[in-house]
C-alpha cells in the first residue's frame, strides 16, 4: 500500500462514508431516490438551461482564446519540459479517458431519440426530423463540448507546473487564488466533492454498457441476459483493472488507450466499406453543414415555449455533464500534459477528440439510419421497447458475419469502459494523495482501492435493481447530474483562479511565449 504519509487518510474516509451514505438509503429507499433525484434533475436541465447555457459558452470562447492566441505558445512545465508519451499515447489517453461506452452505445442510436423529440418544433418522422436527428449528435458529442475540458486542464497544469502553487493534485488548492481569505475554510468541502464526483460519475458510463455487452454476448452464445450475467460483466471489468488499470500509466492506460483507438478505427473502416458508405459520408456531410449552420441556435435553445424533451433532456443534460466533470477531467489532462503548450493540448482534447467522435457517430449511426430510412427497420419506434442494448445487437445482426462483429464490439465497448474507469480511479487516487513528484503515481495498491471504489456504486444500484425492478441506470443519471450542479462552480472557480495568477504573471513578464524550441 502506499506510504500513509502520501495518502490523505482523511479525505479518502470521508468520501467513502459519503458513498455509503447515499448508496444505503438509495437500496432501502429506492423509489424515493429515485424521485427526488428526478425532481431535482428536471429543476437543473429546465428551470436553470439559460444558466447552463451561459457558462458553456463563456468556458468555450476561455478555452479557444488561451489556445489559439499567443497565449497557445505557453509550454506547461517551462520551455525545457519534455513530454512524458508520445504524441499518440497523448492523443489516445485524452481521447478514451473521456469518451468512454457512450461514443459507441450512443454512436449507434442517439439519433433515434430526436426523430420523435425533434427541435424547433420539426414535425416527428419528417424528412427534417430525420436530418436533425442525424445532426444533433454531432452538436452533443462535437469540438463546441470537448472544449470545456481544455481551460481547466490548462489551468491546473499550468497553477501546478509552472506557477507551482499547488502542493498536490488537489481541486481545492487549485481554487485558493480566487478564494483568497475565504479558501483554508472550503478547502474541505471542495475536495470531497471533487473526489466524490469523480467516482460516481464513472458509475453512468459502467451502468451504460454493462447492458450491452451482456445482450451482444447474449446473442452470440444464444443465451439469455440475466443478473447474473451482468454481474459477471462487471467481474470481468473489475479484474481487467486491477492488472491494467493500476498499473503505471505508462505501462497501463498508455497501452489500452492506443489498443482501443486502434481497434475503433479498424472497425469503423469496415463498417464504413461493408456498409451503405456513400449513404454515410453524404449524411455526414449534411450533419456536419447543419452543425455549422445552426451552431449559434444550438447553443441557445432552451426551448422554454415549445417545452420539448431534446433540449432539457439532451443538450442541457450533457452541457451539465460535461460542465460538471470539467474540473476533475481537467486535472487528469493536466497530469498526462507536461511538456505540452496550451495549443497541442486544445487539439488533443478538443479538435482530435472530436473528430473521433464526429466519425464514430457518423458512421454507426449513419448505417443504423440507413436500416430504417431505406430499409423499413424502425429503431426509432422499436428502441423504447427493446432498450439500447437490444437495439444495438438488432444492428449488428445486419452485418455479414455479424457473430465477429459483436464480439469486435464487446471488445471496442469493454476497452472504452476500461480506460474511462482507469482514468477515474487513477485521478481520485493522484487527488487524495500528497508530495507526489512532477511524474510521480500513487502507488498500485493505493490506485487499486479507488477502482473498488469505483466499481462499488454500480454494483450497488444492479443488486437495487434486481431486487425492485427499478431501473438503476436512471437513478445513476439523475443523481449524477444532481451533484454536478455546485461543481460547475468548482470548474469556474479553478478557471478564476488560473486567470488571477496569469494575469499577474503577465504583468510581471513571467510568462514564456516560446517562439521555437531546439
Known amino acids: 500500500m502506499q506510504k500513509t504519509g502520501k495518502i490523505k487518510v482523511g479525505l479518502s ?15 432501502i429507499f429506492p423509489a424515493e431516490t429515485k424521485a427526488v433525484c428526478s425532481a431535482m434533475y428536471s429543476f437543473i436541465t429546465r428551470e436553470l438551461a439559460w444558466l447552463m447555457f451561459a457558462c458553456f459558452i463563456t468556458v468555450v470562447a476561455g478555452s479557444v482564446y488561451m489556445a489559439f492566441s499567443k497565449h497557445g505558445r505557453v509550454r506547461l512545465g517551462g520551455r525545457d519540459a519534455v513530454p512524458e508519451f508520445t504524441n499518440f499515447e497523448y ?8 469518451l468512454a461506452a457512450g461514443v459507441v452505445v450512443f454512436g449507434f442510436t442517439e439519433w433515434m431519440y430526436y426523430v420523435t423529440d425533434t427541435p424547433f418544433q420539426v414535425e416527428a418522422g419528417s424528412v427534417r426530423a430525420y436530418e436533425y436527428a442525424a445532426a444533433y449528435p454531432l452538436f452533443h458529442w462535437g469540438p463546441m463540448m470537448w472544449a470545456l475540458y481544455v481551460l481547466p486542464g490548462i489551468a491546473i497544469g499550468y497553477l ?20 483568497g481569505k475565504y479558501g483554508d475554510h472550503i478547502s474541505p468541502v471542495i475536495d470531497v466533492m471533487a473526489v466524490f464526483s469523480t467516482v460516481s460519475g464513472c458509475c453512468t458510463t459502467i451502468g451504460l454498457g454493462t447492458p450491452v455487452l451482456a445482450q451482444l454476448y447474449a446473442t452470440i452464445t444464444g443465451t439469455e441476459v440475466t443478473f447474473g450475467l451482468k454481474m459477471a460483466v462487471i467481474g470481468v471489468f473489475f479484474v481487467f483493472l486491477c492488472i491494467f488499470g493500476a498499473t ?7 497501452k489500452i488507450s492506443k489498443a482501443n483507438v486502434w481497434l475503433g478505427i479498424a472497425l469503423l473502416v469496415l463498417v464504413l466499406v461493408i456498409g ?8 455526414a456531410w449534411q450533419a456536419a453543414g447543419t452543425n455549422i449552420a445552426d451552431a449559434v441556435r444550438m447553443c441557445f435553445f432552451t426551448d422554454s415555449i415549445g417545452q420539448g424533451l431534446l433540449s432539457p433532456d439532451w443538450t442541457v443534460f450533457y452541457v451539465v455533464w460535461y460542465l460538471g466533470i470539467a474540473a476533475k477531467t481537467g486535472l487528469w489532462v493536466a497530469k498526462i500534459s507536461y ?3 496550451f495549443k497541442e493540448i486544445m487539439w488533443a482534447v478538443n479538435i482530435w477528440t472530436a473528430i473521433a467522435c464526429w466519425i464514430s457517430f457518423s458512421t454507426l449511426g449513419n448505417f443504423a439510419l440507413d436500416l430504417e430510412v431505406n430499409g423499413g427497420v424502425m429503431y426509432s419506434q422499436m428502441i423504447g421497447e427493446l432498450g439500447q442494448a437490444g437495439v444495438i445487437a438488432d444492428i449488428t445482426s445486419h452485418l455479414p458475419v455479424s457473430k465477429v462483429f459483436m464480439a469486435a464490439f464487446i471488445v471496442l465497448i469493454f476497452l472504452n469502459i476500461a480506460t474511462s474507469a482507469t482514468s477515474s480511479s487513477a485521478t481520485a487516487a493522484i487527488m487524495t494523495s500528497k508530495n507526489l513528484e512532477t511524474t510521480e503515481e500513487p502507488s498500485f495498491l493505493f490506485k487499486l482501492f479507488w477502482i473498488i471504489m469505483t466499481f462499488a456504486i454500480p454494483v450497488g444500484f444492479l443488486l437495487i435493481e434486481n431486487a425492485t425492478g427499478i431501473q438503476a441506470l436512471s437513478i445513476i443519471k439523475s443523481f449524477n447530474n444532481v451533484i454536478y450542479l455546485p ?12 486567470v488571477k495568477v496569469y494575469r499577474e504573471d503577465l504583468r510581471n513578464g513571467l510568462v514564456d511565449f516560446e517562439l521555437d524550441r531546439k
Not at 474516509?13 to 437500496?27: K, S
Not at 492523443?91 to 473521456?98: F, K, Q, R, T, V
Not at 503505471?248 to 498508455?254: H, R
Open 13 to 27: 474516509g470521508v468520501v467513502v462514508a459519503l458513498i455509503l451514505a447515499f448508496f444505503v438509503p438509495a437500496a
Open 160 to 179: 501546478y507546473y509552472n506557477k507551482k502553487c499547488m502542493k498536490s493534485w488537489s481541486m481545492a488548492e487549485a481554487c485558493k487564488p480566487a478564494l
Open 248 to 254: 503505471p500509466l505508462k505501462k497501463g492506460m498508455a
Open 276 to 283: 451503405p458508405t456513400f449513404f454515410i459520408l453524404n449524411t
Open 487 to 498: 461543481l460547475i462552480a468548482l470548474a469556474v472557480l479553478v478557471s478564476l483562479s488560473f
Open 339 to 341: 511538456g505540452r503548450t
Open 91 to 98: 492523443i489516445s489517453m485524452n481521447m478514451c479517458g473521456a
